[in-house]
């Protein structure tokens, strides 16, 4: 079944340590690939996309995410975690020709300890 | 930036009634708006796609006649929960499509309202 996944449902990590939260895909083609997060009671902000040309792509708060089409994969990373970061992160797809339908992961709790 | 705002953003009523929630586009026009539900610690599920002049597409499991859509304007999309109860508490966010596609972002997402059913 098409879908989209990311495998950890809670991640905590040290002020200051790296971060990498997973979201992997199950579509025949390649779809247009956003990470978002979301603080406690708010909406959504966009942190990054992707669509095509270079699989690394810079977003906003330090994060970047590397398309991985052999892994099927779109993992989001952060050198440097600030305990701000603390969120829901959530992976989410547009698949070609679907006009603007989002299709969001599970979502990943980030915890941060000081 | 463009803005959705969402109102209210918290609400508390009594089973039976029937709330209204409304999303507007603030600075930009509209001709799609989606509503979705979070339940706590889920993800999204994207109820319905409202479309301005229209009526509403539903996603399946979604009752039509419990949750009335309306987008009577390129600004203002609402979401009526119509006889509500204790099981129709939720999270609801709205977005707005954006006028300029996916080189922006594709969607503009509302701070969402706290619905709560006693």
């Known amino acids: 079944a098409q879908s989209v996944t990311q495998p950890d449902i809670h991640i905590t990590v040290s002020e200051g340590a790296s971060l990498e939260l997973r979201c992997n895909y199950s579509?025949?083609?390649?779809?247009?690939l956003f990470w978002y997060v979301q603080s406690p009671g708010q909406g959504l902000q966009l942190l990054l996309k992707?669509?095509?040309?270079?699989?690394l792509v810079q977003g906003i708060k330090g994060f970047e995410a590397e398309f991985k089409r052999s892994q099927s994969s779109f993992n989001l990373r952060k050198p440097s975690v600030h305990w701000s970061d603390a969120a829901e992160y959530f992976c989410?797809?547009?698949?070609?020709?679907?006009?603007?339908?989002?299709?969001f992961g599970t979502g990943t709790q980030l915890k941060v300890e000081l | 930036g463009a803005v959705v705002s969402q109102h209210p953003s918290w609400v508390i009523c009594k089973s039976g009634t029937s709330v209204k929630i409304e999303c507007r586009s603030l600075?930009?026009?509209?001709?799609?708006m989606f509503w979705y539900r979070q339940f706590p610690k889920q993800s999204l599920m994207l109820m319905a796609t409202?479309?301005?002049?229209?009526?509403?597409?539903?996603e399946q499991g979604v009752e039509k006649d419990k949750f009335l859509i309306n987008h009577a304007s390129l600004t203002l999309s609402t979401l009526t929960v119509t006889s509500a109860h204790p099981e129709d508490s939720s999270f609801y966010i709205c977005?707005?499509?954006?006028?300029?596609?996916?080189?922006?972002?594709?969607?503009?997402f509302g701070d969402g309202t706290r619905l709560s059913i006693l």
């Open positions: 579509y025949g083609a390649t779809p247009y």
């Open positions: 600075d930009f026009q509209a001709t799609t």
């Open positions: 989410a797809v547009i698949l070609t020709g679907g006009g603007n339908k989002l299709t």
């Open positions: 409202s479309n301005e002049g229209s009526k509403a597409t539903y």
């Open positions: 992707y669509f095509s040309g270079d699989t």
């Open positions: 977005s707005a499509r954006d006028p300029f596609g996916y080189s922006n972002q594709p969607q503009h």
